[in-house]
Each structure stands twice: as structure tokens, then as C-alpha cells.
């Protein structure tokens, strides 16, 4: 049997609305994910899509809402490693999307530290993303990125693909949030619970 004390995480719940025969809502639990208490540098710790809603656009849209809650705290985030291959998979679609947005018809120079700051992904991740493109170009010590006209023209062709999608979206300015008030010592106790937790199903 496993032990772990969910008290230091958050927990984010997706629920798709229906209606029964009578037209009262009914909401099925659509996915979830996890994020730890405190002030930490990962924004994501867990994140699940039930099967019977998988391939519908859920999980990226969980992830997106991960980084504009990020926005909104004034941090950067990034997800808790190791990724599963599904996991990657997700995160790796995101970022492109992401900063395509951001980039837009940029062409030129431009700082890895300005573009986290635009976007909330962690510069590590952004190096990881664009290394993978041949049509960015990242510097020697991964300070900046060198965004070529191919690239901008891959993007412009994403942005208009995306605009005739139906692709599931956070909309900022329907998200009501405040921040939490848990105390650093609050958090700090129940992550020592945790690890007794822990310690105790490894005795």
C-alpha cells in the first residue's frame, strides 16, 4: 500500500458539462492535474486525462492553464521530470505552440531570458525546443535564439491553421484566481509528512 500526503498539493479538476433528460447539468470529470504547495519552481506536478477523453486536445489544455496560473503568480514554470513519452510528447506541442505565438512574424535576435519572461516556459525548456528546429538558430552559450524568415513563415502557416481549428483554448480573462495564503511553515510540515509517509512504506 502506498502512503502520500495529497495535503501539499494543489489540485486542478477539468469537468465536461452535460445535461440530463431533465436539462439540469451534470459534470463528468474530464482530467486533473497536480501542483505542489509553496513557492517551487515546477508548475505541474501530475497531470491525467481519463481515457475515455483522451485525444480530444484535454491534456494540452491543462497544460496551458498550468502556465497562465504561472502568469498570473509572476513566476516560470516548468513541468516536474521525468516526463512519460505521452508526457513530452504534450509538453513538446505545447512549447512550439506557445512560442510560435509569441514569435509571430519576428525575424531577428532575441534574448532566451525576454522570452521566458513573455511566455512563462523556463529557459531550459525553450533551448530544448528550438534545438530541435533547424530553422532557429540557438547561441553558442544559450543566451539568445536567431529566428530565420523560415521560420517565420512555418509559423505564420501554424498561427492560420490554429485560427481555423476548433482547438480547446484558455481564455485569460474568464479565469477568476487568487493567491493562495498558505504559509511556507504550513507547506514545509506537510512535507515532512510526506516523507514519513514514505519512509514508513519503505520500512
Sequence with gaps: ??????????????????????????????????????????????????????????????????????????????????????????????????????LDDFVGEISIAELSKRTNIVASDIVTTFEHNSLVRVSEDQSSVEITKEYAAETAALQLQLRNNDSLRVIPENLRWEPHTSSVVEVAEKRRRTRLFQSAENS
Design 1 to 102: 500500500m502506498l502512503y502520500y500526503d495529497v495535503g501539499a498539493f494543489y489540485f486542478y479538476v477539468l469537468t465536461e458539462q452535460d445535461f440530463n433528460q431533465e436539462g439540469k447539468p451534470l459534470y463528468r470529470i474530464v482530467g486533473y492535474f497536480s501542483k505542489e504547495k509553496g513557492q517551487v519552481e515546477t508548475n505541474l506536478a501530475c497531470i491525467l486525462t481519463l481515457p475515455p477523453y483522451q485525444r480530444r486536445g484535454y491534456g494540452l489544455f491543462l497544460i496551458e492553464f498550468s502556465y497562465e496560473l504561472s502568469r498570473r503568480e509572476g513566476r516560470i514554470g516548468t513541468p516536474e521530470r521525468p516526463l512519460s513519452d505521452l508526457g513530452s510528447v504534450s509538453y513538446t506541442a505545447y512549447w512550439n505552440r506557445a512560442l510560435s505565438e509569441e
